[in-house]
């Protein structure tokens, strides 16, 4: 029984940041990859970062060199550090963790409003 929890989301004006973290308990960190999704107002959940347990990361391209994503193996922790925001990038914001053979967990979501 794996539970996600998210924190960190808000409103931010464009050019800003904001860090998201989500803990996972439940489950092992051995062999897992964590990351972040997001889904806009009638489009459909996409990935935006995610990070292997030995530190392989995985960009969007709309967020490469904005967005870094990292963990802490031993905490069951992954981050999202989000700089120069762009009204885009508004959505809700899910983290999720995969282990090889099951299908992915995720969180509850948390939102990211960026104004222009």
């Known amino acids: 029984q794996v539970h996600l929890v998210e924190s960190g989301g808000g409103l931010v004006q464009t050019g800003g940041s904001l860090r998201l973290s989500c803990a996972a308990s439940?489950?092992?960190?051995?062999?897992?990859?964590m990351g972040w999704y997001r889904q806009a107002p009638g489009n459909e959940r996409e990935m935006v970062a995610t990070?292997?347990?030995?530190?392989?990361?995985n960009y969007a391209d709309s967020v490469k060199g904005r967005f870094t994503v990292s963990r802490d193996v031993a905490k069951n922790t992954v981050t999202l550090q989000m700089n120069s925001l762009k009204p885009e990038d508004t959505a809700v914001y899910y983290c999720?963790?995969?282990?090889?053979?099951?299908?992915?967990?995720w969180g509850q979501g948390t939102l990211v409003t960026v104004s222009s």
């Open positions: 439940g489950t092992s960190s051995s062999f897992n990859t």
């Open positions: 999720y963790l995969r282990r090889p053979g099951l299908s992915p967990t």
């Open positions: 990070i292997t347990s030995g530190g392989s990361t």
